[in-house]
T-cell receptor, first 112, second 118 residues
Framework: SQQGEEDPQALSIQEGENATMNCSYK?????LQWYRQNSGRGLVHLIL?????REKHSGRLRVTLDTSKKSSSLLITASRAADTASYFC????????????FGGGTRLMVKP | GAVVSQHPSRVICKSGTSVKIECRSL??????MFWYRQFPKKSLMLMAT?????????EQGVEKDKFLINHASLTLSTLTVTSAHPEDSSFYIC??????????????FGSGTRLTVV
């Protein structure tokens, strides 16, 4: 079942601008992950943040996690046209199989 | 890095036929693999968890007789869509994770299979 909700569902920005996507979830988690999906393709893992972490950086990506509000944000700085894709958050729990539960996704379009 | 190969990438079949989709972990062993279904412009919905050497665990609402899962080895899981109908048309994605990597992300996804039932 789908746990997370992402906001906004779609985002259109100009190249060079920053893009912020938000994710909310409902249950306790052990980690939260962000994935990228180009149209009609598989998913690429971007970054993982553990429940005891508040912020994490990777290149132009910055992820925050607020467990009290059960929310996370993904910031892409200095966006490029190649960043155009769908971005999903997924929560991980140490239950049977360690499965991921995905949010609804944000479709990002970066205009050159 | 860990690579998951999914095959075929695209398949068109007639109503009533069965289609088999393969998911292989190429350079690691995966005791657990996951099968997702994705509708256009929608998120991934977990269908089932595939366990090597045992029965798959299906999510609520997923017909196990319709979507047969076999995980006969540590590197291969298959999803068979039986007696396919047009409403089964979708994008199916598998994922796997090397043991002990859950805290480092570690989930690797196949490139997906676009199934069209005509």
């Amino acid at each position: 079942s789908q746990q997370g909700e992402e906001d906004p569902q779609a985002l259109s920005i100009q190249e060079g601008e920053n893009a912020t996507m938000n994710c909310s979830y409902k249950t306790s988690i052990n980690n939260l992950q962000w994935y990228r999906q180009n149209s009609g393709r598989g998913l690429v893992h971007l970054i993982l943040i553990r429940s005891n972490e508040r912020e994490k950086h990777s290149g132009r990506l910055r992820v925050t996690l607020d467990t009290s509000k059960k929310s996370s944000s993904l910031l892409i700085t200095a966006s490029r046209a190649a960043d155009t894709a769908s971005y999903f958050c997924a929560t991980g729990t140490y239950n049977a199989g360690n499965m991921l539960t995905f949010g609804g996704g944000t479709r990002l379009m970066v205009k050159p | 890095g860990a690579v998951v190969s999914q095959h075929p990438s695209r398949v068109i079949c007639k109503s009533g036929t069965s289609v088999k989709i393969e998911c292989r972990s190429l350079d690691f062993q995966a005791t657990t693999m996951f099968w997702y279904r994705q509708f256009p412009k929608k998120s991934l919905m977990l269908m089932a968890t595939s366990n090597e050497g045992s029965k798959a665990t299906y999510e609520q609402g997923v017909e196990k007789d319709k979507f047969l899962i076999n995980h006969a080895s540590l590197t291969l899981s298959t999803l068979t869509v039986t007696s396919a109908h047009p409403e089964d048309s979708s994008f199916y994605i598998c994922s796997a994770r090397p043991s002990g990597t859950v805290d480092r992300g570690g989930y690797t996804f196949g490139s997906g299979t676009r199934l069209t039932v005509v």
